[in-house]
């Protein structure tokens, strides 16, 4: 979120509390990236705000409920408030349940896996309607194709990213795959180490594909412990998520901390592994 944003978000995150009977004295930033995570207290509820116009968050609230219903492994909404959305001075506002951290505070692979299975599992039984995993590559390529976006990329790097993702995304979509709802990005960064288990946020970035695109996104020794998958295209979707999450990286109005860090050493990756595509 950019700095000028932060105070009045903040204001609008304790706001909105307080008008749901929720004491909001003290704002903890948690994360600060194209979103905003708040702990509120006394009342101890999580706060997750974005500009009206860059989100999604009815979905996200609908999801959070039908699967914690089905028992998959989710963070909970807030107690003792209506779950819903909340729109206030140009942000949308969702509270949720603060779940303190377990004092391990990385998932072993083995938990990990089972997590996300229990995930897919409960994601099985809705009927949710989602879009397919190559309208986030589509995107993807939109960005890499506005370069008063993406400014700072140099064109022989612009290729690769392009090549990459036209590629795999023609290669996995000939494929025969078992598609299904996903969480879309269930990287280590929307998992949370609790003293209840591992608990999945982030459901906004839900869309449908085979269960290898999610698994692309958790640590490699994650796949170790999860049940029937095609190690090709696992292989595949990690060089796809790869060029993806890269292409992020170097748009403008990224604020993803070290982002264009992370980006020249996964450009770095992508080069390498950009000889199995010709």
């Known amino acids: 979120m950019q700095v000028s ?22 704002a903890i930033v948690l994360q600060d990236s194209n979103k905003l995570t708040l702990r509120l207290l006394p009342s101890d509820v999580l706060a997750r705000l974005a500009p009206v116009a860059d989100q999604v968050a009815q979905l996200e609230v609908e999801l959070a409920q039908r699967l914690a219903e089905v028992g998959s492994p989710v963070a909970a909404l807030a107690p003792r408030v209506t779950p819903g959305v909340h729109e206030r001075d140009g942000f949308v506002v969702t509270l949720w349940t603060f779940h303190e951290p377990s004092a391990r505070q990385e998932v072993p692979p083995a938990a990990y896996a089972d997590a996300l299975m229990r995930l897919h599992a409960g994601m099985r039984q809705l009927h949710v309607p989602a879009p397919h995993f190559t309208a986030r590559v589509a995107q993807a390529q939109r960005l890499l194709a506005d370069r008063d976006r993406t400014p700072a990329l140099a064109d022989v790097d612009r290729q690769l990213l392009d090549r990459t993702l ?13 598609d299904q709802l996903l969480h879309g990005e269930p990287h280590p960064g929307n998992l949370l180490a609790t003293e209840t288990g591992p608990l999945f946020i982030d459901l906004e970035t839900c869309c449908r594909g085979p269960v290898e695109f999610d698994l692309a996104h958790a640590p490699d020794d994650v796949a170790d412990y999860y049940s029937n998958i095609d190690r090709d295209l696992l292989h595949d979707c990690r060089l796809l998520v790869l060029a993806m999450i890269t292409t992020w990286r170097w748009d403008r109005h990224d604020q993803l901390p070290n982002g264009r860090r992370l980006a020249g050493e996964w450009l770095g990756r992508l080069r390498e592994a950009s000889t199995e595509l010709r």
């Open 166 to 178: 036209r590629g795999l995304r023609r290669a996995i979509g000939e494929r025969d795959t078992d």
């Open 5 to 26: 944003e932060l105070p009045r978000a903040v204001a609008a995150a304790r706001a909105t509390a307080a008008s749901l009977g929720l004491s909001a004295d003290e």
